[in-house]
């Protein structure tokens, strides 16, 4: 290489260098340095560095509160999966003027704010909330059910609020499906369950994988709406994070669940790409 | 022949919207038969081709293969196995499992598919490429791969939609013969949709040309080349010369075509749709390869050489023979008399009775 083109090469990678330095070395770095010291009595913080927050959070109250999070985000990226799937292929299989309109109906709600809408539901879903009047008025029950504040309204508003996370990524991986494998496979003799095992659902694994990962890491952390949703019942990392960051003015118990948070998600991403990726390594898409 | 035909289509057709691009097809394909679908673009063979596929549904007539009626069946269900234009080799499976595809999909215990795969890549010469992928594979060997994907499961008939069509010209003469040899080895009926003339003529048994989602004729390579019976069959298969021309009735009960002032008469049977007036006017189809110099005292069109071509295996000439015709073409062997001339040259030019075909 000769000088000249070394230098270009630092001039192309600069911007993102700096960009990842600015956004993600540094912030991470910092959250690292918070973890490893030490909480001051009035909720400062003081640089006594040990590995004593991560201590305790080992203790059951906290990994019984990581694995209840794992558990809900988990099955918020399966019902997203499940809902966003077909609804992805149904897109993907209109006439193209169509497909526009349907993806901006998916984008259209955030328009409004996530809040807003998560507060939306806690209305619908209260006891004497749009839901329950309906199903009185219908007859279906008596007395009002109790939805919300369960884990069941927790995963309800997670998978509202990410589903177009799923339904994005799913989408552009199955327009990308050339339609002509999939009569391939037919005019083989494959029926229309081995078509979508064999064919379509391989060919779309790399918008299966992103989908669930966009949906899978933020259901780990959107505190606000397992607050609204899921009530005191259902405090999961993300609100365990928020709270010791603001009532408990922990920041370095705080910055130590933080860390745990990132290293867990990273750990089940790569198991997860590992696992469900093409057995190939190469790219065939 | 008594033997019940492999294929019939009966008073197919098929709209798109107000678009017919099938117009009524009856077809008949007989066992181990090489039937080409040849036509232009649009003409409707693709659409044939995949109604046969079962990919889409004709809005009237029937499909029936080996004495069934699969006009209601889709794709799966129907003993026809496809080789693609695009060849749609499935990108994540390996070589091996796409050629096991079809048979994992028929239930085939594993210790046969093993065989059947390798006895398979074998025959179409790509033993020891069990484990790449189809991006690793030029275009000529996933056609092969396509090729024996389609026929490793045994389909009763083998469709074939353009395959060559991505294969440079060298590589497509040698595919020509190979897949029509492997055709007459496995007995297989193949329908083969292409708009290349001279690939139809190199491997058809029979040849359908197709014109407005119809077929405007059905015959032998030779029959369709040398006696068409349209004139868009004529242009289409090959290159001609259309004249002109108008026909009478001898007394005799001969028929006489006359063009251009030339006279010949006309060999074998006249149809009455041609004839039905006394002086009909026609036009008649001369190869330019059966255009010969006229001997002394013969009668004879007067022509100008316009221009002289080398064209390698011979020598095409332009002529002038009437000032509203086109240019008369001929195509003559290198060493030949009439391969010598220069434009200018006036020339007297004749042709054999049975060489001319007349055509509405």
Known sequence: ?285 | MGERPKVVLRGLTKEFGSVKAVAGIDLEIRRGEFLTLLGPSGCGKTTTLMILAGFEQPTSGEVWIDGNDVTAAPPNRRPVNTVFQSYALFPHMTVFENLAFPLRMQRTPKSELRRRVEEHLHLVQLSGYEERYPRQLSGGQQQRVALARAIIARPEVLLLDEPLGALDLRLRRDMQVELKSLQRRLGMAFVYVTHDQEEALTMSDRIAVMQNGRIEQIGTGAEVYERPSTRFVAEFIGETNLLPASVRKEPSGQHIASVLGLTRPVSGDVASSVVSSVDAYVYVSVRPERIRQAEVGEPALVGRVLDRIYVGSGVKVLAEVAKDCAPLRMLCAPHSPLAVVSPGDELRLTWDADDMVLLT
């Open chain 1, 1 to 285: 290489m000769t000088p000249r083109t070394r230098f270009g090469l630092v001039l192309l990678l600069a911007p993102v260098v700096l960009w990842l330095l600015a956004f993600q070395v540094i912030p991470l770095g910092l959250v690292l340095a918070v973890s490893l010291s030490t909480r001051g009595r009035y909720g400062g913080i003081v640089w006594e560095w040990g590995l004593h927050n991560y201590v305790r959070f080992l203790d059951p109250l906290y990994l019984g509160i990581l694995a209840d999070s794992l558990i809900v985000a988990g099955i918020t990226t399966i019902v997203a999966l499940a809902i966003g799937y077909p609804f992805a292929y149904y897109v993907a299989s209109r006439p193209p003027q169509w497909r526009n309109i349907l993806l901006l109906l998916v984008v259209i709600p955030f328009w409004t704010n996530m809040l807003i809408r998560t507060y939306a539901w806690a209305m619908i879903l209260r006891a004497n909330g749009f839901l329950n009047n309906l199903l009185i008025g219908l007859g279906l029950i008596d007395e009002p059910l109790q939805i919300l504040y369960t884990q069941s309204a927790a995963v309800l508003g997670l998978t509202y609020v990410l589903l177009p996370f799923m339904i994005l990524p799913l989408y552009a991986a199955i327009e990308k499906l050339d339609h002509r494998l999939v009569q391939a496979a037919q005019d083989l003799g494959a029926s229309s369950w081995h078509v979508l095992r064999q064919v379509i659902l391989p060919l779309t694994m790399p918008g299966v994988i992103a989908g669930s990962i966009m949906v899978f890491v933020p259901a780990l952390a959107l505190f606000f709406v397992t607050d609204l949703l899921g009530g005191a019942r259902s405090l999961l990392i993300g609100n365990l994070i928020h709270r010791q960051f603001t009532q408990a003015r922990d920041w370095p118990f705080g910055a130590a669940s933080s860390v745990v948070l990132t290293l867990v998600s990273l750990v089940l991403i790569f198991v997860y790409v590992r696992f469900f990726s093409p057995k190939d390594d190469e790219e065939w898409i």
